[in-house]
């Protein structure tokens, strides 16, 4: 892969990913214009969330069967849309429906992700998608700071007005300067869904996936609710001011970016250990947020490198493991990451208004002490697809046949 090619890929991600998520510093004004309780205020990113797993469903296996650049043309197209109808939303549930809609199309980042993977070769494939997986992480905590600020200037709606104008001109980017993704095989629809359900009960993707689940709702705790209490007393910080800790977020998850060579050095068990440690060590610094803002930058800091480095970790394992359903297989996994952040969104607003800072700090560090005791005791196990690797190192001229492979699922 070019490097003209990696960044347009991570800047596809990084917008994808945004209109999930660019929400989370301005609840308490979209909440305010909308007319909804601060207690509901999280569905608002759990609105996205749960159409974020539909698509993941119905959605990302098709990048086993169709050409992915016409897949990531069109779904960037579609999120246009979804947040374009959220920037003009009279009323909360116009809001919902844009949201659901912006996040069934999201996926585009799996379908994104799997492409890259497929275009990597083995060696300098935690290389690839450790710079890809970054823009999602750009996304995700870039966004909070470019809404911060757009907020003060233009209001909420401006957020979705201009991310709905870039997933347009990026769908016309990438069929201009994407290579084609034309496939040899006939594979069918219900063919690939039926190997997304198998994939459930397979130790290596289901040990990972738990992982995840755990990872993403104390992350979706964090940042679903940390703009609550930073907005009230003691320190009454504006929207801007919240979105500027996502600096602290960025810079803590790109200096995760190498975990991608750590595993093509073979390393990815271990790291994903020692960032999950660090995760739950992250909430005793997160707990001081009523006290103490250095510490809370400290802890977010921590908190975005392990979550980056666990989720770099994990999809190339996985990608590693299922070389011939990358695009399944990421779908798959990311049902447990979108569950994740649709229970850390909304059960951190809920334990926020009956609890303070205290609740949410304590749901936080039990979700990263369940996800380093699911690292802890499910042991290393090669997934079935590992032994084929005749088929990972082959010559580049041999084909595989995925509807021969499917039928044998």
């Given at each position: ?84 109808l959220t920037a003009a939303a ?239 297989t990421i779908g798959a996994y ?76």
């Amino acid at each position: 892969m070019s490097r003209k090619t990696r960044l347009l890929l991570a800047v596809v991600c990084g917008v994808a990913v945004a209109s999930v998520y660019a929400g989370q510093p301005v609840l308490g004004p979209m909440g305010r214009d909308l007319d909804v309780p601060v207690d509901s205020l999280g569905w608002f990113v759990a609105t996205g969330q749960l159409g974020y797993l539909a698509g993941l469903v119905l959605l990302v296996p098709l990048g086993d069967m169709l050409d992915r650049r016409r897949l990531i043309a069109a779904h960037l197209a579609l999120v246009a849309a979804g947040t374009g109808l959220t920037a003009a939303a009279p009323v909360a549930w116009a809001a919902y429906s844009g949201l659901a809609v912006a996040g069934v199309f999201a996926v585009v980042v799996q379908t994104t992700v799997a492409y890259t993977a497929s275009l990597s070769p083995a060696a300098e494939r935690g290389r690839d998608l450790g710079i890809v997986i970054s823009g999602v992480v750009i996304g995700i905590l870039g966004s909070r700071i470019v809404a911060g600020v757009l907020a003060d200037l233009w209001g909420w709606r401006s957020i979705y007005l201009t991310l709905a104008f870039l997933a347009a001109v990026l769908a016309l980017l990438v069929l201009t300067l994407l290579p084609a993704d034309v496939r040899q095989d006939t594979a069918r629809y219900g063919h690939v869904l039926r190997s997304f359900g198998g994939l459930f009960v397979q130790p290596v993707f289901l040990s990972r996936g738990l992982i995840a689940f755990f990872l993403f709702a104390s992350f979706g705790t964090l940042w679903s609710g940390m703009a609550l209490p930073l907005a009230d007393a003691p320190w009454h910080l504006g929207e801007t001011q919240i979105g500027l800790f996502g600096i602290a977020g960025l810079a803590g998850a790109l200096g995760a970016a190498r975990s991608g060579r750590w595993g093509d050095a073979g390393h990815a068990h271990r790291v994903t250990g020692v960032a999950l440690a660090a995760l739950l060590a992250s909430w005793a610094a997160i707990g001081q947020l009523p006290w103490s803002l250095p510490l809370l930058i400290l802890g977010v800091l921590l908190l975005d490198f392990a979550v980056q480095a666990v989720h770099v970790s994990n999809q190339h394992t996985l990608t590693a493991a299922y070389p011939d359903r990358t695009s399944t297989t990421i779908g798959a996994y990311m049902v447990f990451y979108s569950l994740g952040s649709a229970l850390g969104a909304t059960a951190t607003t809920a334990l926020f208004e009956a609890t303070a800072w205290p609740g949410p700090t304590v749901l936080g560090a039990a979700l990263a002490l369940c996800a380093l005791a699911t690292w802890a005791f499910i042991p290393r196990t090669r997934s079935p697809a590992r032994p084929a690797k005749a088929e990972v190192t082959a010559p580049k001229s041999r084909k595989v046949d995925t509807t021969e492979w499917l039928s044998k699922q």
